[in-house]
């Protein structure tokens, strides 16, 4: 049975970093392409970061180029997600995914077979 166990959220001041960590089980990690997603209350769940299986390929959305970054560790099944220089509008759920397959689209929902249940991050201004 596949697992994607999310943790890490939490409430912080705008300025502030968090790390989330997904934990993913029931699955050969090493062959999976890994993704954060975030949904904000009133709006669609949407890619925040995708890495490809082994890592050496990462996407992000527009708006947290250069302030969140993606990373794994294969040995862990961990894949983790750095927040740096959080904004009030960073509020949200934040899931893990995992797919099986190759995506030329790594930052949309339905690219993905599997997802963890999410951990919340709240950020006050």
């Known amino acids: 049975q596949v697992q994607l166990v999310e943790s890490g959220g939490g409430s912080v001041q705008a300025g502030g970093s968090l790390t989330l960590s997904c934990a993913a089980s029931g699955l050969p990690f090493i062959n999976m392409r890994m993704g954060w997603f975030r949904r904000a209350p009133g709006k669609v769940r949407e890619g925040v970061a995708a890495?490809?299986?082994?890592?050496?390929?990462?996407d992000y959305a527009d708006s947290v180029k250069g302030r969140f970054f993606i990373s794994q560790a294969a040995a862990e099944s961990t894949v983790y997600l750095q927040m740096n220089s959080l904004k009030p509008e960073d509020t949200a759920m934040y899931y893990c995914?995992?797919?099986?397959?190759?995506?030329?689209?790594?930052?949309?929902?339905?690219?993905?077979?599997?997802w963890g249940q999410g951990t919340q991050v709240t950020v006050s201004s």
């Open positions: 890495t490809n299986s082994g890592g050496t390929r990462t």
């Open positions: 995914a995992a797919a099986t397959y190759y995506s030329d689209n790594p930052l949309a929902n339905y690219e993905y077979n599997y």
